[in-house]
């Protein structure tokens, strides 16, 4: 596609269209399928060349034997290289970051550890903001250290100064390879300068090394925060959540520069966890009413949180919308963020019995993990999605057993509010 034929797809005259209105098109050819309006899902392994020229050229593009002609289409070759559902939902994830190129994957972990595969070395380091989600924080604790490749966090939200000693102490100048960032922090909602993060990444990188600034972007999803526009280099998505947001399909997705993606993906091939043609396509539908869904749960959060801010057996609300001027992380969250989300944390007055009781006498809102999805969701960071996390990290993070997290829903707030209400009078 030449930039002429993108520009006619993305624009009315001048006027470039909206996100949230090219994703009922974009990167789709009715006539390539028969005329049908929705993109069908292609449940096939491989594809049929034209020619055997075709399929040369298919390939020495695929595998990098030459660069594509500026003209020149990649046609389909095999689903594990590419799949017109998955290429589709590329481009149109694409659009929401404004990003040059998309990788999706078949889970949010594959995403983070494809990524970090392909940008790191033994020998190299991570420094990382501290709580993540805990399967991150196992694959970085556990897993990365096997091949050689050290990593250090830093307590959310974390400042220049805190980075800077880490890589003092540690003699990581020259080993220094990414810094990683989950923004929203999981579960305590701490916020992380993005761009302050980036010019330490740049501070160390050099030619031969560069250092990458890559964030996990799920807890705000594509509305709310943008963190290419803040200086990351990647951005990653537990597609599972938002994109997805039915809590019915897995899937990850990690956005960039072309050059970036291109490597990503190239391992991706070789690792076989790229998205399926299933998967591809429930994203493509869930796509269509993603702001719908997302600006309706976010309004919801506000009434939530706002309740839980004024109930006695509450001890302490963790909610970005609840930032005043006076608190270190407001500016921060001004400046990279759009709204507040719909993930609110809460510390409930009496500990894990108390959270537990709680918990087990919810009826509106669903006992289980996960997040961004239409339904509301409670769960017990400390026991269920951070067990994995020692007591005393915890506690350094700022959780602890009496914190509950709540996903909110696009049920009426009024319903989740009563719902709250009436589990609290059960403690």
Request: charged share 25%.
């Amino acid at each position: 596609m030449t930039k002429r034929d993108d520009y006619k797809k993305t624009h009315i005259k001048d006027r470039k269209l909206a996100p949230e209105s090219l994703m009922m098109s974009y990167g789709y050819d009715p006539n390539l399928s028969e005329g049908a309006l929705k993109c069908p899902i292609f449940q096939t392994s491989t594809f049929v060349f034209e020619s055997a020229e075709e399929g040369k050229a298919f390939f020495e593009v695929a595998y990098g034997l030459r660069e594509k002609e500026p003209t020149e289409e990649l046609g389909m070759i095999y689903s594990r290289l590419n799949n017109p559902d998955l290429e589709i939902l590329e481009d149109r994830l694409s659009l929401w970051d404004e990003a040059e190129a998309c990788s999706v994957f078949e889970s949010g972990m594959a995403a983070i550890s494809t990524t970090m595969f392909e940008l790191l070395k033994p020998g190299q380091a991570v420094i990382h903001s501290a709580p993540v989600y805990g399967g991150t924080d196992y694959f970085m604790s556990f897993v990365l250290p096997k091949f050689g490749i050290e990593t250090y966090g830093f307590n959310a939200p974390g400042d220049r100064d805190a980075i800077e000693k880490i890589i003092r102490e540690n003699d990581l100048k020259d080993k220094l390879a990414m810094v990683y960032l989950e923004t929203p922090a999981n579960p305590t909602n701490a916020i992380v300068d993005i761009e302050m993060c980036s010019a330490v990444a740049k501070t160390y990188s050099t030619e031969e090394k560069p250092v990458y600034t890559v964030v996990d972007n799920t807890f705000m999803g594509p509305l709310w925060q943008n963190p290419l526009k803040h200086g990351a280099d990647l951005n990653i998505y537990s597609a599972t959540k938002f994109i997805g947001g039915h809590s019915d399909v897995i899937a990850g997705a990690t956005t960039g520069s072309a050059d970036l993606i291109k490597r990503i993906k190239t391992l991706r091939t070789f690792m076989g966890n790229m998205g399926g043609p299933w998967s591809g396509w429930l994203l493509l539908r869930s796509l269509e009413t993603l702001k719908l869904r997302m600006t309706s749960q976010m309004k919801n959060a506000r009434y939530v949180a706002d309740f839980l801010e004024e109930h006695p057996q509450v001890e302490k609300v963790y909610y970005p919308g609840h930032l005043e001027e006076k608190d270190p992380e407001y500016k921060v969250f001004r400046k990279q963020c759009s709204a507040p989300g719909s993930m609110i944390s809460f510390d409930i007055i009496g500990g894990e019995k108390a959270a537990f009781k709680f918990l087990n006498s919810l009826r509106l809102f669903k006992l289980a993990v996960s997040l961004g999805s239409t339904e509301s969701l409670a769960e017990h960071p400390a026991t269920m999605t951070h067990a994995d996390v020692a007591p005393e990290d915890q506690r350094a993070y700022g959780f602890s057993d009496k914190m509950i997290r709540l996903s909110i829903g696009v049920e009426n707030p009024q319903d989740l509010m009563a719902d709250l209400a009436q589990a609290f009078e059960q403690i």
